[in-house]
């Protein structure tokens, strides 16, 4: 279970990332992070293998290129740019619908801080192209205009000493009118960093998208 490097040309540059596609699945969940993180963020790639145990495909995505990354590590000007970021979100969904291998799944979301705004408005913007979304940790109101617009079911996870974005995640959950849950984990803090509590978050994010993916399969496989 190998995963393939993937690269989408923007302007002079590119994005990348990395699929890992499981036999027969019928879902993908393409992964929006935030915050300085990377494809290679250790914290997605253990959501990532708890989802491949699930029979669910994945696409971790840098949604900036590697010059914009160069920039914000100094300025934090790209990451909080949230249209920036759906729309390049936008851009890799795109390419999973015209890609053979992934064009036939069921696509769902999984966003981290400022990710999960950008997974937020894509999912407003293509609206039944996309089937879930979760939130871990995430900033959902930053995406306040488009959040009445999600149609899919939608899920907020936070840390329990999360303290202020849980009262963010609270305002973003009252303008959803999808189907939707929040699932507050004990003890965890907002990199849910504590023994444990990834572990539960990830578990909160797989059954959910085992639930909203899995149900309703397309006509082909992948």
């Known amino acids: 279970m190998d995963a393939q490097e993937i690269v989408i040309p923007i302007g002079t540059s ?12 019928r879902s993908l969940v393409i992964f929006a992070h935030g915050s300085g993180s990377s494809r290679l963020s250790k914290r997605n790639q253990f959501v990532a293998n708890i989802l491949h145990q ?25 990451r909080f740019n949230i249209p920036l970021l759906a729309d390049r979100l936008v851009l890799v969904t795109q390419w999973a619908q015209n890609n053979p291998e992934t064009a036939s799944a069921n696509i769902g979301y999984f966003g981290a801080s400022t990710g999960a705004a950008a997974a937020l408005i894509a999912a407003a913007r293509l609206q039944a192209d996309i089937s879930a979304v979760v939130s871990r940790g995430g900033r959902p109101d930053l995406a306040e205009d488009f959040l009445s617009h999600v149609q899919c079911p939608t899920l907020l996870i936070v840390g329990e000493l999360d303290y202020e974005v849980i009262e963010l995640n609270e305002l973003a959950y009252s303008k959803l009118h999808c189907t939707k849950e929040l699932s507050i984990v004990p003890q965890a803090t907002h990199l849910f960093e504590e023994h ?23 006509t082909n496989s992948l």
């Open 14 to 25: 590119q994005i990348t990332g990395n699929l890992t596609l499981i036999k027969n699945s």
């Open 54 to 78: 699930a029979h669910i495909s994945t696409f971790l995505f840098d949604l900036l290129t590697k010059e914009e990354d160069e920039i914000d590590q100094y300025t934090r000007q790209f």
């Open 196 to 218: 444990g509590t990834l572990e539960q978050a990830s578990l909160l994010a797989r059954d959910w998208f085992v639930k909203f993916l899995s149900n309703e399969p397309k």
